[in-house]
C-alpha cells in the first residue's frame, strides 16, 4: 500500500471513531429528550417567547400592522366591524375582537399587539413537536420543532397580523385529526379538530387552505377503510361555519379582489417556497451533507447492529404532511380560478409540511440513530440566534429616525411633505415627531394608481379606512388644485416612472410619474442614500417639467 493510501485510510478511520463518538453521545442525548421532554418544552418556552418579546418590543409597526393597530383600537367591537365592512383590511371580524383583547388586558404596546401570534406560532411548534414525537421519537421531535423557527414562522411570530394564528390553528388541527383517525381521545380530538379550523378561518379567509391537506388525507383514508368516517368529515366540515357568520365581510372584501395588488402566477410558486423557508433551505443542505458523511462511514465501517424496527407511519399521514409541504402549487391553483390575489403568506402553514417531512426523513434515514437529529437542533438553534440577532438591530429609532432627521433638515420652509409611498407614509406618521408628522401627506387616488401600475386597492384601502386611521389622507386632483407648492419624499426603493433610468414603475409609488407627465415642475433639492426630496411647483409653460438635478 503507498503512503498516500496509508494515510487516507488512517484519516477515514479516524473519522469513523468521530462518528461513532458522536453517534454515542447523540443516544444519551435522545434519553435524555424521551425521559425528561417536559422540561425541555418548557426551558425552549422560555427561550422562545424571551427572544420574540424582544424582537416584538423593538421592531416598528409598519403598514399592514398599523391596519391592524388603528382598527383593534376603533371605539367600539361594533366599529370595528363596520371598518371591516368597507373591504379594505380583507381579516375577519374574530381575528381583530382577540387583538383587542390582548391590548385591553396588556396596555397598548407593539408587545401586546403582537402577543397573540407569538402564542401562535409557539403552538405550532408544540403541535408540531407531537406529531413528529409520535412517529419518530422526542429528539426528532425537537428537530421538527427547531425546523419550525428557522423558516418564515419565526418572522411571522412577532407580526401582528393573522398569519401566526392560522399557523397555530392550522397545526392544531393537524395534530387533532391524526389523533382522531388513530381514536385516540376521539370526542375530545374531534371537538378540537373542529374548534382549531373555526379558529384558523376566523384568523384569515385563506385559512381554508388548511382544509385541503386534511380532505386530502381523508380520502387517503377512506380509499384504505374501504368507508366514510363521518364524525371526523362533520368536525372539518364544521370548521367552516365560521364564515356564514362572516359571509357580509367576505362578500365586501370581495369587490377588492378586483385590481388587488399581488395576483398569482404559476412561475410565482418557486418564489413563494424561498419566502417561506429562507434560510432553513441553507441549513437542510447542511443536513444533507452530514446525513451523506454518516452514510459513507456507516456503509464502510464495521458491522453494525441491526437496525431497529421504525414505527409505521400511515399512508394518510404521509399524504397529510405532503399535502401541507404542497400547499403554495394548491394556493394558486385555487386562487388562478377564483379570487385572483395570492401572496405567500396566505399558505404560510406550508412550512409545517416541511419541517415534518425534514425531521421524519432524517429519523428513517438513520434507522432511527440519533446523531442526525442532533445535528439538524444544533444547525437550527444556530439558525435561531442568527435570525434574532439580526432583526435585534431594526427599531423606529433605525427605521424612521433618518428620514425624520433628512426631511427636518432639508425642508426649511413649513410646506406639506406628500410621501409618495403608503407604506413609508403610514410608518413616519404614525413614528415621526409630531412638528413633522402634522405635515406629512399621502395623497390617494385609485383611478391613476390603476393606471399607473394595474391596481388600486392600496389607495382605495387608505380611503376607505381614514376615518378609522385619522391621518392626513387626501384626494390627490383636488389637493393639486388647492396647492400650488408642496414637498414630495420619495425613497429610492420605490423610484419609478422617466426617472428610473428604464425600469418599470414599482408596486406602490405611482405619484412621481402622475407629477411629471402632469403639469407640475419638480426640483430634486437633495438625495442622501435612497432618500429622495423633490420640490414640487406648477409648471410655466415654457419650463421643464424636471430640473435641478444635483447630487448633494
Known amino acids: 500500500m503507498k503512503p498516500g493510501d496509508v494515510t487516507a485510510v488512517e484519516s477515514a478511520g479516524m ?30 418556552a422560555i427561550v422562545y417567547f424571551v427572544a420574540t418579546s424582544v424582537l416584538a418590543m423593538r421592531k416598528p409597526l409598519w403598514n399592514d400592522e398599523l391596519f391592524t393597530y388603528f382598527i383593534a383600537q376603533a371605539t367600539t367591537p361594533a366599529s370595528i366591524w363596520d371598518a371591516l365592512y368597507t373591504g379594505a383590511d380583507q381579516n375577519p371580524y374574530p381575528f381583530y375582537l382577540l387583538t383587542r383583547l390582548s391590548l385591553a388586558v396588556f396596555g397598548v404596546s407593539e408587545w401586546a399587539l403582537r402577543f397573540p401570534e407569538m402564542v401562535g406560532v409557539w403552538m405550532a411548534a408544540v403541535c408540531l413537536f407531537f406529531l413528529v ?14 425546523g419550525l423557527l428557522v423558516t418564515n414562522a419565526q418572522f411571522y411570530s412577532y407580526e401582528a397580523r393573522p398569519y401566526g394564528l392560522v399557523l397555530g390553528f392550522a397545526a392544531m388541527a393537524w395534530a387533532c385529526w391524526a389523533a382522531a383517525a388513530e381514536g385516540k381521545g376521539r370526542p375530545w380530538s374531534l371537538i378540537g379538530l373542529w374548534g382549531s379550523l373555526g379558529a384558523a378561518v376566523g384568523s384569515h379567509y385563506y385559512a381554508v387552505f388548511v382544509f385541503v391537506p386534511l380532505g386530502i388525507a381523508e380520502c387517503v383514508r377512506l380509499y384504505r377503510n374501504r368507508r366514510l368516517d363521518w364524525p371526523l368529515w362533520a368536525a372539518i366540515v364544521g370548521g367552516l361555519l365560521p364564515l356564514a357568520f362572516l359571509w357580509p365581510l367576505i362578500q365586501q372584501a370581495r369587490g377588492y379582489s378586483r385590481g388587488f395588488w399581488a395576483t398569482p402566477s404559476w412561475k410565482g410558486i418557486p418564489d413563494t417556497y424561498s419566502m417561506l423557508l429562507m434560510p432553513a433551505p441553507l441549513l437542510f443542505m447542511l443536513l444533507l451533507i452530514t446525513a451523506g458523511v454518516v452514510a459513507y462511514l456507516q456503509q464502510g465501517g464495521r458491522a453494525r447492529t441491526p437496525a431497529p424496527a421504525l414505527p409505521v407511519i400511515p399512508d394518510h399521514e404521509w399524504a397529510a404532511a405532503l399535502a401541507f409541504a404542497a400547499l403554495p402549487v394548491i394556493g394558486v391553483a385555487v386562487t388562478l380560478c377564483t379570487t385572483g390575489a395570492f401572496t405567500p403568506r396566505y399558505v404560510l402553514p406550508t412550512v409545517l409540511g416541511i419541517s415534518a417531512l425534514v425531521a421524519l426523513t432524517l429519523f428513517r434515514l438513520c434507522n432511527g440513530r440519533a446523531l442526525l437529529g442532533v445535528v439538524g437542533i444544533a444547525i437550527a438553534v444556530v439558525g435561531f440566534v442568527m435570525l434574532t440577532v439580526r432583526a435585534f438591530p431594526y427599531t423606529a429609532a433605525s427605521a424612521v429616525g433618518p428620514v425624520a432627521e433628512f426631511l427636518t433638515v432639508t425642508t426649511t420652509e413649513e410646506l406639506p411633505i406628500v410621501v409618495s409611498d403608503p407604506h413609508n407614509f403610514m410608518m413616519l406618521a404614525h413614528y415621526a415627531p409630531g412638528d413633522l408628522s402634522s405635515r406629512l401627506v399621502y395623497l390617494a387616488d385609485p383611478e391613476a394608481s390603476l393606471r399607473h401600475m394595474g391596481h388600486d386597492t392600496m389607495d382605495r384601502g387608505m380611503v376607505d379606512l381614514n376615518p378609522w386611521f385619522r391621518m392626513n389622507v387626501k384626494e390627490s386632483r383636488a389637493f393639486q388644485q388647492s396647492c400650488g407648492r408642496f414637498f414630495l419624499y420619495v425613497h429610492g426603493g420605490f423610484l419609478g416612472g422617466p426617472l428610473a433610468n428604464g425600469l418599470s414603475v414599482p408596486d406602490f409609488n405611482w405619484l412621481l410619474s402622475d407629477l411629471i407627465l402632469g403639469e407640475w415642475h419638480l426640483e430634486l433639492l437633495r438625495r442622501q442614500e435612497n432618500h429622495l426630496l423633490f420640490l414640487v411647483t406648477r409648471a410655466r409653460d415654457d419650463a421643464p417639467k424636471v430640473g435641478g438635478m444635483v447630487q448633494p
Open 133 to 146: 414525537k409520535s412517529r419518530s421519537s422526542a429528539l426528532y421531535g425537537f428537530t421538527a420543532m427547531m
Open 15 to 44: 473519522l469513523d471513531r468521530a462518528v461513532r463518538w458522536l453517534d454515542g453521545r447523540a443516544e444519551a442525548l435522545s434519553e435524555v429528550c424521551e425521559r425528561h421532554w417536559v422540561l425541555l418544552l418548557g426551558v425552549l
